[in-house]
């Protein structure tokens, strides 16, 4: 099994930062895809950020210029920076990882357990 755990949410004031951070342990052999995505209340969950193994980013078009994911391979970690927040910005902030346990194992998508990123005066 995987485990993904997520830190750094809490509560920002309009304009300030905020680094979530979201780290795998378990039965990895490697992680494709690493993600973020969040669900304000009443609404959908949607798509932050993806980045895949070799770099590559895509942002929502809310986001972009604001937030920006990195990932660390070596420990099976992903990152968001998110500048410029905005009250709209408010949600849980959920980490997916798409991971291969074994070499010729199939792939999987793990979702983080959720953190909460509240942006308000």
């Known amino acids: 099994q995987v485990q993904l755990v997520e830190s750094g949410g809490g509560l920002v004031q309009p304009g300030g930062s905020l680094r979530l951070s979201c780290a795998a342990s378990?039965?990895?052999?490697?992680?494709?895809?690493m993600g973020w995505y969040r669900q304000a209340p009443g609404k959908q969950r949607e798509l932050v950020a993806t980045?895949?193994?070799?770099?590559?980013?895509n942002y929502a078009d809310s986001v972009k210029g604001r937030f920006t994911i990195s990932r660390d391979n070596a420990k099976n970690t992903v990152y968001l920076q998110m500048n410029s927040l905005k009250p709209e910005d408010t949600a849980v902030y959920y980490c997916?990882?798409?991971?291969?346990?074994?070499?010729?194992?199939?792939?999987?998508?793990?979702w983080g357990q959720g953190t909460q990123v509240t942006v308000s005066s």
């Open positions: 997916q990882m798409v991971v291969s346990s074994t070499q010729l194992g199939r792939w999987y998508a793990y």
């Open positions: 378990g039965r990895i052999f490697s992680i494709n895809a």
């Open positions: 980045i895949t193994r070799d770099g590559s980013t």
